[in-house]
Protein backbone atom coordinates (compact mmCIF):
# COMPACT_ATOMS: atom_id res chain seq x y z
CA UNK A 1 0.00 0.00 0.00
CA UNK A 2 1.21 3.30 -0.81
CA UNK A 3 0.50 6.51 1.41
CA UNK A 4 0.46 9.82 1.31
CA UNK A 5 0.74 12.66 3.97
CA UNK A 6 0.11 16.28 3.31
CA UNK A 7 1.52 18.12 6.02
CA UNK A 8 3.52 14.99 6.85
CA UNK A 9 6.50 17.41 8.53
CA UNK A 10 3.89 18.99 10.57
CA UNK A 11 2.46 18.40 14.34
CA UNK A 12 -0.27 15.98 13.76
CA UNK A 13 0.82 14.93 10.42
CA UNK A 14 4.55 13.89 11.67
CA UNK A 15 2.64 12.10 14.33
CA UNK A 16 0.27 10.35 12.04
CA UNK A 17 3.31 8.98 9.87
CA UNK A 18 5.06 7.91 12.87
CA UNK A 19 1.51 5.72 13.46
CA UNK A 20 1.59 4.54 10.35
CA UNK A 21 5.43 3.68 10.53
CA UNK A 22 4.90 1.20 14.13
CA UNK A 23 1.93 -0.44 12.07
CA UNK A 24 4.40 -1.51 9.07
CA UNK A 25 4.06 1.06 6.89
CA UNK A 26 6.50 2.65 5.02
CA UNK A 27 5.67 3.08 1.44
CA UNK A 28 4.86 6.87 2.34
CA UNK A 29 5.25 10.45 0.69
CA UNK A 30 5.20 13.42 2.81
CA UNK A 31 4.54 16.33 0.94
CA UNK A 32 5.08 19.76 3.32
CA UNK A 33 6.10 23.14 2.95
CA UNK A 34 9.82 23.39 4.68
CA UNK A 35 9.97 27.35 4.88
CA UNK A 36 10.15 26.79 8.75
CA UNK A 37 13.32 24.52 8.48
CA UNK A 38 13.13 23.64 11.75
CA UNK A 39 9.92 21.78 10.55
CA UNK A 40 12.54 18.76 9.23
CA UNK A 41 13.70 17.59 12.80
CA UNK A 42 10.52 16.40 12.90
CA UNK A 43 10.86 14.20 9.82
CA UNK A 44 14.15 12.83 11.62
CA UNK A 45 13.17 9.52 13.08
CA UNK A 46 10.47 8.90 10.62
CA UNK A 47 10.48 6.08 7.65
CA UNK A 48 9.16 6.98 4.57
CA UNK A 49 9.61 7.23 0.78
CA UNK A 50 9.81 10.74 -0.44
CA UNK A 51 9.56 14.09 0.46
CA UNK A 52 8.11 16.83 -1.74
CA UNK A 53 7.10 20.53 -1.24
CA UNK A 54 3.84 21.19 -1.59
CA UNK A 55 3.69 23.05 -4.18
CA UNK A 56 4.75 20.49 -6.58
CA UNK A 57 2.55 17.73 -4.79
CA UNK A 58 -0.68 18.30 -7.31
CA UNK A 59 1.64 19.09 -10.57
CA UNK A 60 3.11 15.51 -9.83
CA UNK A 61 -0.11 13.94 -8.73
CA UNK A 62 -1.04 12.42 -12.19
CA UNK A 63 2.45 10.22 -12.04
CA UNK A 64 2.10 8.72 -8.92
CA UNK A 65 -1.89 8.39 -8.59
CA UNK A 66 -1.61 4.64 -10.28
CA UNK A 67 0.34 3.70 -7.33
CA UNK A 68 -1.39 5.70 -4.57
CA UNK A 69 -4.09 4.32 -2.05
CA UNK A 70 -4.66 6.41 -0.02
CA UNK A 71 -4.12 10.58 1.40
CA UNK A 72 -4.54 11.78 4.63
CA UNK A 73 -4.62 15.53 3.96
CA UNK A 74 -3.67 17.37 7.02
CA UNK A 75 -1.51 19.85 5.42
CA UNK A 76 -3.09 23.65 5.98
CA UNK A 77 -2.65 26.88 7.69
CA UNK A 78 -3.81 26.21 11.37
CA UNK A 79 -3.14 29.77 12.44
CA UNK A 80 -6.37 30.97 13.73
CA UNK A 81 -5.60 34.53 14.49
CA UNK A 82 -3.84 34.95 10.70
CA UNK A 83 -6.12 37.45 8.91
CA UNK A 84 -5.29 37.21 5.54
CA UNK A 85 -8.31 35.54 4.35
CA UNK A 86 -7.24 35.58 0.42
CA UNK A 87 -4.16 33.06 1.58
CA UNK A 88 -5.86 31.20 4.20
CA UNK A 89 -8.90 30.42 1.44
CA UNK A 90 -6.31 29.70 -1.29
CA UNK A 91 -4.35 27.57 0.99
CA UNK A 92 -7.07 25.34 2.84
CA UNK A 93 -9.84 25.66 0.45
CA UNK A 94 -8.52 25.65 -2.94
CA UNK A 95 -5.62 23.81 -2.67
CA UNK A 96 -8.00 21.00 -0.70
CA UNK A 97 -10.56 21.21 -3.57
CA UNK A 98 -8.01 20.55 -5.74
CA UNK A 99 -6.65 17.64 -4.16
CA UNK A 100 -9.85 16.28 -3.35
CA UNK A 101 -10.65 16.40 -7.37
CA UNK A 102 -7.24 14.39 -8.12
CA UNK A 103 -8.44 11.86 -5.62
CA UNK A 104 -11.77 11.13 -7.14
CA UNK A 105 -10.34 10.96 -10.82
CA UNK A 106 -7.94 8.58 -9.73
CA UNK A 107 -10.19 6.95 -6.98
CA UNK A 108 -7.82 7.60 -4.25
CA UNK A 109 -9.10 7.39 -0.74
CA UNK A 110 -9.17 10.48 1.02
CA UNK A 111 -8.91 11.39 5.22
CA UNK A 112 -8.65 14.62 5.75
CA UNK A 113 -8.04 16.79 8.59
CA UNK A 114 -11.25 19.21 9.77
CA UNK A 115 -11.42 20.99 12.78
CA UNK A 116 -14.05 21.94 15.71
CA UNK A 117 -13.27 25.15 15.45
CA UNK A 118 -16.43 25.21 12.39
CA UNK A 119 -18.66 24.97 15.27
CA UNK A 120 -17.82 28.69 16.77
CA UNK A 121 -19.46 28.94 20.49
CA UNK A 122 -20.89 25.73 20.18
CA UNK A 123 -24.66 26.93 20.92
CA UNK A 124 -26.40 24.45 19.77
CA UNK A 125 -24.12 21.90 20.37
CA UNK A 126 -21.17 19.93 18.51
CA UNK A 127 -22.30 17.10 16.62
CA UNK A 128 -21.96 16.94 12.88
CA UNK A 129 -24.99 18.80 11.44
CA UNK A 130 -25.25 22.78 9.35
CA UNK A 131 -27.06 24.08 12.31
CA UNK A 132 -24.43 23.73 14.51
CA UNK A 133 -21.42 24.93 12.82
CA UNK A 134 -20.93 29.05 13.01
CA UNK A 135 -16.93 29.48 12.37
CA UNK A 136 -15.89 33.19 14.13
CA UNK A 137 -12.36 33.06 12.52
CA UNK A 138 -11.45 32.65 9.07
CA UNK A 139 -9.26 29.70 9.60
CA UNK A 140 -12.29 27.85 11.38
CA UNK A 141 -14.37 29.05 7.89
CA UNK A 142 -11.95 27.64 5.59
CA UNK A 143 -12.56 24.07 6.95
CA UNK A 144 -16.21 25.03 7.46
CA UNK A 145 -16.50 25.65 3.60
CA UNK A 146 -14.25 22.98 2.57
CA UNK A 147 -16.75 20.49 5.17
CA UNK A 148 -19.26 21.75 2.53
CA UNK A 149 -17.49 21.22 -0.62
CA UNK A 150 -17.03 17.91 0.55
CA UNK A 151 -20.92 17.35 1.55
CA UNK A 152 -21.87 17.75 -2.11
CA UNK A 153 -20.75 14.47 -2.91
CA UNK A 154 -21.62 11.73 -0.77
CA UNK A 155 -24.07 9.98 -3.86
CA UNK A 156 -21.21 10.50 -6.39
CA UNK A 157 -18.42 9.10 -5.06
CA UNK A 158 -17.16 5.33 -4.99
CA UNK A 159 -14.16 5.87 -2.92
CA UNK A 160 -13.44 6.02 1.41
CA UNK A 161 -13.91 9.90 1.86
CA UNK A 162 -13.67 10.80 5.66
CA UNK A 163 -13.03 13.66 7.61
CA UNK A 164 -12.08 14.28 10.93
CA UNK A 165 -12.71 17.46 13.09
CA UNK A 166 -10.32 17.68 15.57
CA UNK A 167 -10.89 19.36 18.66
CA UNK A 168 -7.99 20.69 21.20
CA UNK A 169 -4.90 18.67 19.99
CA UNK A 170 -2.03 18.30 21.98
CA UNK A 171 1.25 16.10 22.24
CA UNK A 172 5.16 15.43 20.75
CA UNK A 173 6.24 17.54 17.69
CA UNK A 174 5.02 20.61 18.06
CA UNK A 175 7.78 23.05 18.39
CA UNK A 176 7.60 24.49 15.14
CA UNK A 177 4.18 25.83 15.82
CA UNK A 178 5.23 28.82 18.08
CA UNK A 179 2.04 31.03 19.09
CA UNK A 180 -0.11 27.94 17.91
CA UNK A 181 1.26 25.52 20.13
CA UNK A 182 -0.74 23.81 22.48
CA UNK A 183 -1.38 25.81 25.96
CA UNK A 184 0.60 22.22 27.55
CA UNK A 185 3.67 22.92 25.15
CA UNK A 186 3.07 27.17 27.08
CA UNK A 187 3.04 25.87 30.51
CA UNK A 188 6.23 24.17 30.14
CA UNK A 189 8.36 26.61 28.56
CA UNK A 190 6.49 29.33 31.08
CA UNK A 191 7.55 27.07 33.89
CA UNK A 192 11.08 25.54 32.78
CA UNK A 193 11.89 29.65 32.24
CA UNK A 194 10.55 30.98 35.82
CA UNK A 195 8.40 28.69 37.30
CA UNK A 196 5.38 30.92 36.89
CA UNK A 197 2.32 29.48 35.07
CA UNK A 198 0.27 31.96 33.02
CA UNK A 199 -3.38 31.44 32.85
CA UNK A 200 -5.75 34.26 31.36
CA UNK A 201 -8.48 35.39 34.00
CA UNK A 202 -11.55 33.10 34.25
CA UNK A 203 -9.36 29.95 32.60
CA UNK A 204 -11.53 27.63 35.18
CA UNK A 205 -14.54 28.58 33.19
CA UNK A 206 -12.96 27.73 29.74
CA UNK A 207 -14.04 24.49 28.80
CA UNK A 208 -12.02 22.34 26.43
CA UNK A 209 -12.24 19.14 24.73
CA UNK A 210 -8.30 18.24 24.88
CA UNK A 211 -6.98 15.25 23.06
CA UNK A 212 -3.98 13.60 23.01
CA UNK A 213 -2.29 13.81 19.25
CA UNK A 214 -1.50 9.74 19.73
CA UNK A 215 -5.66 9.50 19.97
CA UNK A 216 -5.99 11.29 16.74
CA UNK A 217 -3.62 8.90 15.36
CA UNK A 218 -5.42 5.77 16.57
CA UNK A 219 -8.53 7.64 14.73
CA UNK A 220 -6.83 7.97 11.54
CA UNK A 221 -5.80 4.54 11.72
CA UNK A 222 -9.49 3.08 12.58
CA UNK A 223 -10.54 5.08 9.21
CA UNK A 224 -7.10 3.17 7.68
CA UNK A 225 -8.21 0.20 8.24
CA UNK A 226 -11.88 0.35 8.08
CA UNK A 227 -12.49 1.70 3.92
CA UNK A 228 -16.23 1.51 4.29
CA UNK A 229 -16.36 4.10 6.95
CA UNK A 230 -17.26 7.44 5.00
CA UNK A 231 -18.59 10.80 6.39
CA UNK A 232 -17.54 13.96 8.63
CA UNK A 233 -16.86 13.16 12.45
CA UNK A 234 -16.24 14.69 15.72
CA UNK A 235 -12.28 13.55 16.65
CA UNK A 236 -11.95 14.52 20.36
CA UNK A 237 -12.57 12.73 23.67
CA UNK A 238 -16.08 13.53 24.26
CA UNK A 239 -15.21 15.25 27.86
CA UNK A 240 -14.45 18.85 28.39
CA UNK A 241 -11.99 20.49 30.99
CA UNK A 242 -10.72 23.72 31.93
CA UNK A 243 -6.89 25.70 31.42
CA UNK A 244 -7.38 25.61 34.92
CA UNK A 245 -7.54 21.98 35.42
CA UNK A 246 -4.33 21.63 33.16
CA UNK A 247 -2.38 24.21 35.61
CA UNK A 248 -3.57 21.70 38.42
CA UNK A 249 -1.52 18.93 36.80
CA UNK A 250 1.50 21.11 36.79
CA UNK A 251 1.26 22.04 40.12
CA UNK A 252 1.04 18.40 41.29
CA UNK A 253 4.08 17.59 38.96
CA UNK A 254 6.09 20.66 39.84
CA UNK A 255 5.37 21.76 43.41
CA UNK A 256 7.55 25.12 43.16
CA UNK A 257 5.11 25.82 40.08
CA UNK A 258 3.50 29.12 40.99
CA UNK A 259 0.10 29.57 38.83
CA UNK A 260 -0.21 33.37 38.24
CA UNK A 261 -3.62 35.19 36.01
CA UNK A 262 -3.09 37.26 33.07
CA UNK A 263 -5.92 39.57 31.73
CA UNK A 264 -7.67 37.70 28.89
CA UNK A 265 -6.22 39.61 25.54
CA UNK A 266 -8.25 42.07 23.29
CA UNK A 267 -7.08 40.24 20.11
CA UNK A 268 -8.91 37.19 20.92
CA UNK A 269 -12.21 38.39 22.08
CA UNK A 270 -15.07 37.38 19.80
CA UNK A 271 -12.78 34.66 18.41
CA UNK A 272 -12.12 32.28 21.08
CA UNK A 273 -14.13 29.42 21.67
CA UNK A 274 -14.79 28.81 25.73
CA UNK A 275 -16.48 25.13 25.42
CA UNK A 276 -15.83 22.61 23.16
CA UNK A 277 -16.68 18.89 24.10
CA UNK A 278 -16.92 16.40 21.01
CA UNK A 279 -20.16 14.30 20.47
CA UNK A 280 -18.94 10.67 19.43
CA UNK A 281 -22.18 9.65 18.52
CA UNK A 282 -21.65 9.39 14.60
CA UNK A 283 -17.94 7.81 15.05
CA UNK A 284 -18.69 5.61 17.54
CA UNK A 285 -21.91 4.35 15.39
CA UNK A 286 -19.35 3.02 12.80
CA UNK A 287 -17.53 0.91 15.12
CA UNK A 288 -14.30 3.21 16.50
CA UNK A 289 -13.60 1.66 19.99
CA UNK A 290 -10.63 4.17 20.65
CA UNK A 291 -10.05 4.71 24.22
CA UNK A 292 -8.95 8.24 24.88
CA UNK A 293 -6.81 9.17 27.67
CA UNK A 294 -7.37 11.56 30.55
CA UNK A 295 -6.38 14.77 30.60
CA UNK A 296 -4.24 13.99 33.66
CA UNK A 297 -2.53 10.65 31.67
CA UNK A 298 -1.95 12.58 28.30
CA UNK A 299 -0.69 15.33 29.79
CA UNK A 300 1.98 13.79 31.87
CA UNK A 301 2.43 11.71 29.40
CA UNK A 302 3.72 14.84 26.96
CA UNK A 303 5.48 16.42 29.79
CA UNK A 304 7.54 13.51 29.76
CA UNK A 305 8.63 14.03 26.38
CA UNK A 306 9.37 17.29 26.80
CA UNK A 307 11.53 16.94 29.75
CA UNK A 308 13.33 14.47 27.65
CA UNK A 309 13.66 15.88 24.20
CA UNK A 310 11.78 19.06 24.47
CA UNK A 311 8.80 17.65 22.70
CA UNK A 312 10.74 15.62 19.69
CA UNK A 313 10.02 12.03 18.99
CA UNK A 314 13.51 10.34 19.77
Same mark, same amino acid.
Given at each position: ????????????????????????????????????????? *??? %??????? !??? #??????? &?? @????????????????????????????????????????????????????????????????????????????????????????????????????????????????????????????? *??? %??????? !??? #??????? &?? @???????????????????????????????????????????????????????DALKGK???????????????????????????????????????????
Amino acid at each position: MMIAVTGGAGFIGSNLVRGLNLAGYKDIIISDNLKKSEKHL *NMN %RLEFLDY !VDK #GDFLEMF &DE @IAPQLDVIFHQGACSDTMETDGKYMMENNYEYSCALFNKCIEYNVRFIYASSASVYGNGDNGFAEKRENEYPLNVYAFSKFIFDNYIRRYPENVSIQVAGLRYFNVYGPQENHKGRMASVIRHFF *NQY %REGKEIK !VFE #GSREFLR &DF @IHVDDVVAVNMYLLNNPQVSGIFNCGTGSCRSFGDIADVFSKRYTDAVIKEIPFPDALKGKYQKYTQADLANLRKTGCDVQFKSLEDGVNAYLDVLEKTDGYII
